[in-house]
């Protein structure tokens, strides 16, 4: 496979996209801005995520990928196209070649949705990746050797988790615990514990500030706005990190215990690499204080997170083919 132009990371939460020589030219919100009346799009990424909430009637933010699978086709293919041409810039004369990633639990079907849809978007060729071998990669992990790595990518709809050698997945799971999960339970938890409705994008804020999934002996606090359940007035409250990791709990686990079984299934002999080389966590999700010291302590393995997690899936996928070219493949 000749090396790709562009490697694309198409995820629930971000996209961003790789060139060659540029690294990172692009990151931002999977979201679209679409005007039901008039039929069209209104805005895409950064700008429409801001709309998210915020829409008259007849706008709507859609999010055209749910938990890791394309939701709305047509959509998505509208939004590869905005942002290859985005990267691409305007003095690209010939179609590019793109390689694209899908996380590890797609079906067959999806991954032709995929493929089509960058062909569409304008590809000369496309090649799909396996999104955990992109991880790897991008962590800096040496796939074209026989030995066993796990990476752990904590995104925004899904968890996947994935025991690597030889340039191949050998054990995996995906499950649909990640980020939004989080914010989902931080809007609970406040409506319940405080009695004030919070949206998405303050949920999320809370979660990356004084969010955390191990238990801290210095708690923080944050002052949080939104509307009153019963007087229906905006309204201020004080949340506490530790409150936070509480509502978080039923998320962690679920997170850490599919950590685990994969361990599990893991052969013998990539088992015992993995306690020498440790678990990398990946994916946007892993920025969430506290993953390394639980994951560590339930599973007995040293675990850290990769540098710039939430961008090495887009590095490793536009790196793929000269990784591959060592091992032959
Ligand atoms: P996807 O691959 O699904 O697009 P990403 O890897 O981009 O997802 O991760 C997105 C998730 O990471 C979101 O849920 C977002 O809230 C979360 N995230 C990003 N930065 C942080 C942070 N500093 N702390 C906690 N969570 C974060
Ligand atoms: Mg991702």
Do not use: W
């Amino acid at each position: 496979m000749a090396s790709a132009d562009i490697g694309i990371d198409l995820g629930t939460s971000s996209i961003l996209v790789y060139t060659k020589g540029k690294g990172i030219v692009l990151k931002e919100p999977s979201v679209v801005a679409y005007d039901k009346d008039a039929d069209k799009v209104k805005a895409i990424g950064e700008e429409a995520r801001q709309m998210i909430g915020r829409t008259p009637g007849n706008i709507m933010a859609i999010r055209p990928l749910r938990q890791g699978v394309i939701s709305d086709y047509t959509i998505t293919e509208k939004m590869l196209k905005h942002f290859i041409q985005k990267a691409m810039g305007r003095k690209a004369f010939r179609k590019p070649r793109i390689s694209i990633c899908v996380p590890s639990g797609v079906t067959e079907v999806e991954r032709k949705a995929v493929e089509e849809a960058t062909y569409q978007a304008g590809a000369r060729e496309v090649y799909i990746i396996e999104e955990p071998i992109a991880a790897a990669i991008g962590a800096g992990i040496d796939i074209t050797k026989p030995f066993g790595n796990m990476v752990v990518d904590i995104g925004g709809g899904t968890t996947d988790i994935a025991v690597i050698s030889l340039g191949g997945v050998v054990v995996s799971s995906s499950i649909k615990v990640a980020g939004n999960d989080f914010d989902e339970a931080i809007i609970r938890h406040v409506r319940k514990a405080h009695n004030l409705f919070i949206g998405e994008q303050t949920a999320e804020a809370v979660k990356m500030k004084i969010g955390t999934v191990c238990k801290r002996p210095q708690a923080e606090t944050m002052e949080v706005k939104g509307r009153n359940v019963i007087t229906g007035l905006p309204k201020t409250v004080t949340v506490t990190s530790e409150e936070v990791r509480e509502a978080l709990q039923e998320c962690t686990t679920k997170i850490v215990e599919a950590v685990h079984s994969v361990l599990e299934k893991t052969p013998p002999e990539l088992a015992a690499d993995i306690v020498d080389r440790g678990i990398v966590l990946t994916g946007g999700g892993s920025l969430l204080d506290g993953f390394e010291e639980v994951i560590s302590q339930r599973t007995g393995i040293n675990t850290m997170t990769a540098e710039n997690p939430a961008c090495v899936v887009a590095e490793g996928t536009g790196r793929y083919a000269e990784v591959m070219e060592e091992l032959g493949k």
